[in-house]
């Protein structure tokens, strides 16, 4: 049981939020294949628990950043389902203008930074995003996400010492769901426990339960009051599961059947939804309810990225370049 007293609200926050990423995902899923979607997709089916565990800890004023498996993160953020959508098409109305597509989702209002889909290449710009926040003298904390696979990257050794030094605010999330593409973990290094990996740092450092919501919001609960009390980074190697492939032209033959039906057997929607019931504090038919409001939502997200028109040429030229305000630098 959690050692954090939780409440209805966050169960039933909790359930809507992993409900909507998961219908949003099928969704793109059979958009991908109608060619409605183009370019590379990467599903979060699977890894909800992850995010909603996060959000239900974090502040408005604190900051995401995350890798190309982005469209959870950007729902739970606050960003509509319409303009995750309508970027995933590619429209002017997307959250990205429609430039960035389904590897590059952001938002400045509600401080996710992306959606980066250079392997890595989102661990130093997290620590940049903390060294802000730390140089402006606020509290607010940057949750740094990355695959197994990135870890690999040199960067990460550098901005983790970096990180420790200065102690900065940011938390390291590894999300392992135990296959780099269709490597798995164990193919790639002797080092099975990622997070052993920061006590060469002397970084604070915990495996977590990736499905498990409560799991996940106590870890996170603890790194970011760390990290406000100006005691430095943390970091969380999560172990979730991808149910899909590691993107939509990927069958995953790589794992066993199994294997795949273990992790659906604690399938972390279904886990909240049981708690909710047996705590009472829902029946049936109001979670039954939010699943139908949640199918119009998905409905109406597609509509409105069908609706929304392509964008001009012009565009093209736009968000390139920032003007200078400094009179030595000539165009």
Known sequence: MPRTKLSKE????????????????????????????????????????????????????????????????????????????????????????????????????????????????????????????????????????????????????????????????????????????????????????????????????KWVDGMSCEAVHEAMQEAVDRARRGEGPTLLEIRTYRYRGHSMSDPAKYRTKEEVEDYRSRDPIAEVRATILSKKYAKEADLDTIDAAIETAVAEAVEFAEQSPWPEAKELFTDVYQQSDYPFITN
Request: net charge positive; with cysteine; aromatic share 12%.
């Open 10 to 205: 966050t169960y039933l926050r909790w359930y809507e939020q992993m409900q909507l990423i998961r219908r949003f995902e099928e969704k793109c899923a059979q958009l991908y294949g109608q060619q409605k979607i183009k370019g590379f997709c990467h599903l979060y089916i699977g890894q909800e628990a992850v995010v909603a565990g996060t959000y239900s800890v974090i502040r408005s004023d604190d900051s995401v950043i995350t890798a190309y498996r982005d469209h959870g993160h950007a729902l739970a953020c606050g960003l509509s389902p319409g303009s995750v959508m309508a970027e995933l098409y590619g429209k002017i109305t997307g959250c990205s203008k429609g430039k960035g597509g389904s590897m590059h989702m952001f938002s400045k209002q509600f401080k996710n930074f992306g959606g980066h889909g250079i392997v890595g290449g989102q661990i130093p710009l997290g620590a940049g995003i903390a060294l802000a926040e730390q140089y402006k003298g606020t509290d607010a904390v940057n949750v740094c996400y990355m695959g197994d696979g990135a870890v690999r990257q040199g960067a990460l050794h550098e901005t983790f010492n970096m990180a420790m030094l200065w102690k900065l605010p940011v938390i390291f999330v590894v999300e392992n769901n135990f296959y780099a593409m269709g490597t798995s973990l164990e193919r790639t290094t002797n080092l099975l426990n990622i997070y052993k990996m920061g006590s060469a740092y002397d970084m604070p450092s």
